[in-house]
């Protein structure tokens, strides 16, 4: 059915709807007022001919009274009769003082005598109703010299009434038909134009338009004070059904697989990252498979093997080249394979630019806030602009059909979703911002920020850890942009695309992977304390990071140092074994940051170390995920001080391996994680002394208190994993989906 069609008969109906009932109540007022006005009609007639028979009888006192007393009957009745040539009046008699007829026309009626119909009396008038119609019979006396002498019957022809009476009645029928299709016609030109208005109003709401915007005095105004309450209310009802299906639901990969068919009706998943999920080098022994330090990675992977489809990355290892098909396919992971990786190849001209230079030099710094200056140059810049085109190009060639759903990861790819969006505006783009967003003020400082927060608005929705980053980057696009930023529904409108811009708090994979293969806990502390030479009575302290400034590496081992100085029985007795992942080491900043870790590790052994006692075991190497699973296993105080950290998944990872609900986490008050583990002791990494302080306390807490902290924070990691993290993004966009297919058919741009 066409829109033109459809609407027509929405008119019809509505017409209908509102005309028929007024016909009826219009029927049904005509109905009882017609009897009433014929009533009425007839009353006044009536009152009329009274007034008129006494003006008639006062007129003729006197030659009547004169004609009495000459007592001449052929005068009298032939006066009579020149007096009933008046149109109205039919007949006139005389009756004397004892009431007998004694002079009347030839047009009185017989049977009315001296008497008045349906009554005895002579003083009121009367109604008759003869062959020839009805008549009005009024009864008046007559005087003579002033005495009472008899009384005049005065005949009034009533016709006339009843005509006037049906005149009435027509005029009346006629006005009701005339009122009630004007009624008709104003009420439905005022449904139509407010239906009309109600529609442009919900269609800027659906678009998340503020109305008072586009239309400042307009029709729709009576929208706009319910617009943000409307829009807060959906939030609010969506709010709290999540936190229901939080509280009753448990995500899986069979949950999200169910979700993906039922709810996406399997359409593709393309994922985009910079860093791949698995890397592989060249070494002496062959080609070997590395899982890198990535927080994103640990993240999405196990969604990928949920949910199958592409994931497209940059082939940045050694063997990479070797392993794939002729369309730069992989299967993956390599021992049973669940989807594809599509690999990207970079020169290493490109590589510098695009990600050392832009990406880790500037985007960054600028999101951290840790003191480090971001750089920007537009050599770098142009590398990131080409290499993003290179990635959406990837992104059109994989996908089967003009609709795919695709997961743009991080800040390497912040002009991504706009391409991706001109070139199929059918897709739905989700973009996941891994790392802080800045301020307004600190954002500002990037010579590129309004093309970057351009291409970022090509996403559909548009992902952060907390609500913080995302009021932070509506914030920015309203400084920076010209687009419609709506705080209460965290929506963006731009050229007519819109974006949802909402908090996604990431998550590991509960339990771990392999988890059931690990070893126990005090297999682990053995394999552990033999492999860095630690005593069994020395308690262990863990820090697993990439060798990053963001890190708070410094911070920690300045809190550790401090801690040793104000606990010396803790010398010999505690020592921390620090997994620093080397990471992005082209850049200077992160060779500076390595080499003071180095020096600062070295002073601090230099300070406490004793034959067969080292405080801190520097590990800057690669340790794949299996082997640090089995350090978390070992370590009694796991430390995570970042400086600024979007999430750090290294805590909820410590929490995920400890079964044996033991050992504390100390975590830093300035990591989207401690917004969710409440039960880690939280510090401020820059407060060196409150850092030692909390890893003293965690070195000394009784084994209870280690428990029922650990206990709750694995109920939290284990329903909000992962899987939960996923599906929240995929069934907003399949509510988007949804909501964009509708307004396709209805005809409606959102
Ligand atoms: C952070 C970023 C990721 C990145 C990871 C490792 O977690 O958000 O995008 O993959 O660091 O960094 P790298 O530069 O080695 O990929």
Same mark, same amino acid.
């Given at each position: 059915?066409?829109?033109? =069609? ?141 005495? =009472? ?71 729709? =105004? ?235 608005? %090509? ?83 863990? %820090?697993?990071?990439?060798? #990053? ?194 307004? #396709? ?6």
């Amino acid at each position: 059915m066409s829109l033109r =069609s459809i609407k027509s008969s929405r008119s019809l109906r509505l017409t209908l709807r509102f005309v028929i009932p007024l016909i009826a109540v219009m029927t049904l007022l005509a109905y009882l007022l017609v009897p009433l006005v014929d009533k009425m009609t007839l009353k006044w007639s009536v009152r009329d001919l009274d007034a008129r028979s006494r003006l008639i009888t006062s007129a003729f006192q006197e030659p009547l009274g004169e004609l009495l007393l000459q007592g001449n009957k052929t005068k009298i009745n032939n006066w009579f009769a020149r007096v009933i040539q008046d149109e109205r009046l039919y007949a006139l008699g005389y009756c004397d003082g004892t009431g007998r007829l004694l002079y009347h026309t030839a047009s009185f009626p017989a049977a009315l005598g001296c008497s008045l119909p349906g009554t005895s009396s002579y003083d009121s008038p009367a109604l008759l109703q003869l062959p020839r119609g009805l008549v009005h019979v009024a009864v008046n006396p007559v005087s003579v010299d002033g005495v =009472s002498r008899g009384s005049l019957m005065l005949v009034h022809d009533m016709s006339y009434a009843q005509r006037r009476s049906e005149d009435t009645r027509k005029y009346i029928v006629v006005f009701f038909i005339v009122l009630c299709l004007i009624v008709s016609f104003i009420t439905v030109l005022i449904a139509h134009l407010s239906w009309r208005g109600w529609i442009a109003g919900v269609r800027m709401f659906l678009r998340g338009d503020e109305i008072n915007r586009s239309f400042p005095e307009s029709s729709h =105004s009576e929208l706009q004070p319910l617009v943000g309450d409307l829009k807060a209310l959906l939030r609010a009802v969506d709010a709290e059904k999540r936190l229901d299906d939080d509280m009753t639901f448990t995500w899986d990969a069979a949950a999200l697989r169910t979700l993906l068919h039922k709810q996406l009706m399997g359409d593709q998943i393309i994922v985009v990252s910079n860093r791949e999920p698995y890397i592989h080098v060249k070494t002496a022994e062959g080609i070997k498979v590395n899982r890198p330090a990535s927080g994103l990675v640990t993240a999405v992977e196990p969604v990928m093997r949920a949910c199958s489809g592409t994931w497209i990355a940059h082939g940045s290892g050694t063997a990479d080249y070797d392993v794939v098909d002729k369309k730069d396919h992989v299967r993956v992971p390599p021992d049973h394979p669940e989807y594809t990786l599509r690999r990207i190849w970079l020169s290493k001209e490109e590589e510098s630019g695009y990600y050392y230079g832009f990406a880790n030099e500037g985007i960054w710094p600028l999101c951290h806030i840790a003191h480090v200056r971001p750089v920007f140059r537009t050599s770098d810049w142009l590398q990131y602009m080409a290499i993003n085109k290179r990635f959406a190009a990837a992104v059109i060639s994989e996908a089967q059909r003009d609709d795919p759903v695709i997961l743009v990861q991080d800040y390497h790819f912040a002009l991504l979703p706009d391409m991706i969006r001109r070139a199929m505006p059918r897709a739905t783009v989700i973009t996941f911002w891994h790392i802080p967003w800045p301020n307004p003020e600190s954002f500002g400082i990037c010579p590129w920020r309004e093309e970057l927060l351009k291409g970022m608005l %090509g996403s559909t929705i548009l992902g952060f850890h907390t609500p913080f980053h995302c009021t932070n980057f509506l914030e920015t696009v309203d400084r920076y942009l010209e687009a419609r930023v709506n705080y209460a529904s965290s929506t963006i409108a731009r050229h007519g695309s819109m974006t949802l811009v909402e908090a996604y708090p990431i998550s590991i994979q509960f339990p771990p992977a392999g988890h059931a293969r690990l070893p126990a806990i005090a297999q682990c502390r053995d394999y552990v304390r033999k492999a860095m030479n630690i005593e069994k009575t020395c308690l262990i302290g863990l %820090g697993v990071d990439r060798l #990053d400034y963001t890190k708070g590496i410094i911070e920690r081992l300045r809190a550790l140092e401090c801690m040793l100085e104000n606990h010396p029985d803790m010398v010999g007795r505690f020592c921390f074994i620090q997994i620093a992942a080397p990471s992005r080491s082209e850049i200077e900043d992160y060779q500076a940051f390595d080499a003071r870790v180095r020096a600062l590790a070295a002073q601090i052994n230099l300070k406490y170390s004793a034959p067969g006692y080292l405080p801190v075991h520097l590990k800057v190497e690669h340790h794949e995920p299996e082997e640090v699973n089995l350090y978390y296993r070992a370590a009694d105080v796991c430390m995570v001080t970042s400086l600024h950290d979007g999430m750090n998944l290294v805590a909820k990872e410590y929490v995920a391996a400890r079964d044996d609900e033991q050992g504390v986490l100390v975590l830093s008050r300035f990591t989207g994680a401690a917004h969710e583990l409440y039960e880690a002791l939280i510090v401020n990494p820059y407060h060196i002394e409150q850092t030692a302080d909390a890893l003293y306390q965690a070195l000394t807490m009784p084994v209870f208190e280690q428990q029922a902290r650990m206990c709750s924070m694995r109920s939290m990691v284990s329903n909000f994993n992962v899987y939960r993290w996923a599906a929240r993004m995929l069934l907003d966009a399949a509510r988007v989906r949804q909501r964009e297919k509708l307004a #396709d058919r209805i005809g409606v741009q959102l």
